[in-house]
């Protein structure tokens, strides 16, 4: 089972995305915040100071960059770490840049090493330095560039280099979405989408989102197609419960994918705890994905917990799986939090 956008939900994913800071929900510290930074900016006439966006996939990062470029009327400019291979690729990009444009660096933390040092300049002095000729008549020149913003997004940021690290002056950790929240998105995407939904249905398919704005556009298209096939077309909460239940999403959002890690910690290491790796080496999938899409989420929640020795299922996890949680006997107390 994949999280990657495919072709069709791309699409839809441009079409429902917000333009405006009025537009995007949620978040509001980071919003209040950069607000601030584009107000304070134009009226210096500079661009924003760099940006760091962190945090798991899904919950806004690309489109709060692109906000920012809108909000500061200039162009977006879209790259990722691993699309950059070489330094002429980022030359190429840097020099192309006008005036306080931003320049969107996704998957930050996936530069190459070579990349990444030529960006310490361009952040630092808006400027690049290179090498012509060799041998004896090698000479450094500086290429100046046009002051822009970079905004750069990760969902690992312990990946991160200190030297590039430091050179953001904005950083801003997204979290997850709360229920309330999700329910505005989805009514807002269904309004899109010329959908009817009632409250009661945008509810229900918020509580079930995993607390992303992804995964709740991702679930109202499946509950849509449900609804007009099996229903009159009108998103209710009994519709919103029969469809994501059909879709292997439970009562707490957790997905088949979520669930299979679960029960091999339970099943396999009897409830852990255990790395990583032999987990996704059970369950047959990659150890990052489990990191970046399965873990965050899971321990939002409190249905694991991090140990010096490894990932541990926790009493609520157990009961939610309809599982039998071990005893808790005596040396055992605090086994579960
Ligand atoms: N605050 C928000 N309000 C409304 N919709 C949102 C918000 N944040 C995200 N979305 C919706 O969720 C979709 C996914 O958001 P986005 O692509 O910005 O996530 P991301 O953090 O960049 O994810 P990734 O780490 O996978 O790149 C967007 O297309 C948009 O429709
Ligand atoms: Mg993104």
């Not at 798991?56 to 200039?74: D, F, Q, V, W, Y």
């Not at 396999?268 to 996704?280: F, H, K, L, N, Q």
């Amino acid at each position: 089972m994949s999280r990657v956008a495919v072709p069709e939900e791309a699409h839809l994913e441009r079409q429902l995305r917000p333009r405006s800071f009025d537009e995007y929900v949620g978040q509001a510290e980071a919003v209040a915040s950069l607000r601030v930074s584009v107000e304070a900016a134009k009226l210096r006439r500079e661009g924003v100071d760099h940006v760091l966006l962190y945090g798991p996939p899904g919950l806004g990062k690309t489109t709060l960059a692109g906000i920012l470029a809108n909000e500061m009327g200039t162009s977006f400019v879209t790259t990722s770490g691993p699309a950059i291979e070489r330094g002429a690729d980022l030359m190429g990009i840097l020099t192309n840049l006008g005036e306080r444009d931003v320049l969107f660096i996704d998957e930050v933390h996936r530069l190459p090493r070579a990349v990444e040092e030529l960006l310490y300049p361009a952040m630092e002095d808006f400027a690049v330095n290179f090498v012509i000729d060799k041998g004896l008549h090698a000479r450094a020149l500086k290429y100046a560039l046009r002051p822009f913003t970079l905004v750069a997004a990760t969902t690992r940021p312990g990946m991160l280099s200190a030297p590039l690290r430091e050179r953001f002056g904005i950083f801003h950790h997204l979290d997850f979405y709360a229920e309330a929240e999700l329910a505005r998105i989805v009514t807002r995407s269904a309004s899109i989408l010329e959908t009817r939904i009632d409250p009661a249905g945008a509810r229900e398919i918020a509580r079930r989102s995993r607390g992303t704005p992804r995964i709740v556009n991702r679930l109202l298209r499946r509950v849509r197609d449900y609804a007009q096939v099996s229903g009159d077309g009108v998103i209710t909460e009994a519709i919103a419960h029969d469809a994501l239940d059909r879709e292997g999403v439970d009562v707490r959002g957790l997905d088949r994918l979520d669930r299979r890690f679960l029960v091999a910690i339970v099943e396999r290491y009897g409830g852990g705890p255990v790395g990583i790796e032999a987990v996704a080496a059970t369950i047959n999938d990659e150890a990052e994905t489990l990191a970046e899409m399965v873990e965050p989420y899971l321990l939002k929640i409190g249905f694991i917990v991090r140990t010096p020795s490894g990932r541990r299922v926790t009493r609520e996890a157990y009961l939610h799986l309809g599982k039998q949680p071990p005893a808790t006997g005596p040396g055992q107390a605090g086994l579960f939090e």
